[in-house]
């Protein structure tokens, strides 16, 4: 895309900016090309690149700002799994074995990405969980406060016994 043979510089009309901006996020954030490369390559000022840049920073900031964190990790692992229904459709149809293979193998790396993602989640909700706890215990301790927060993410097989003295010694405590 060569816009300098239309014109040498601004102001451009809004079709030539929209396909100047579209290639510049082509170029920048799909080949990680700088805003030099991108002003050489397309013949346009540099510091038009750089303000095309910065609007796709600021658009994909904005995106960012209001997606909530539980809908992206949704449609992230729904994008996944349509991507592993086309691919169990096309086992289907390709003959060759070693196709089959191949088409297999991407499957498995799409549910490997899926329990990953899963139990990144995992390991996140618990390091939360456990960063809180310590904040509230030091600001407990900060407060001079006898109180303590516990919790526990982990299961623990105990004797019957033990279990009632854990029950025992919870209980003794919300008296407080």
Known sequence: MELSHEKNGGPYTKSEKRKR??????????????????????????????????????????????????????????????????????????ESFQEKIIIEKLVLDIDMKIA????????????????????INHWYEKEKNKKRVFASDIFLEVSEKAREKIIKIYEEDRKF
């Open 21 to 94: 901006l579209d290639e510049v996020y082509r170029l920048h954030f799909e080949y990680g090309y700088s805003a030099r490369k991108i002003a050489d390559f397309l013949k346009v000022n540099r510091g038009t690149i750089n303000r095309d840049i910065m609007y796709w920073y600021a658009n994909i900031s904005n995106k960012w700002r209001h997606l909530d964190p539980a809908i992206y990790v949704i449609n992230q692992v729904e994008r996944l799994e349509l991507q592993r229904t086309r691919l169990r459709k096309q086992i289907d149809k390709v």
């Open 116 to 135: 990953n993602f899963q139990i990144r989640l995992v390991e996140a909700t618990s390091n939360i969980r456990r960063k809180t706890v310590e904040g």
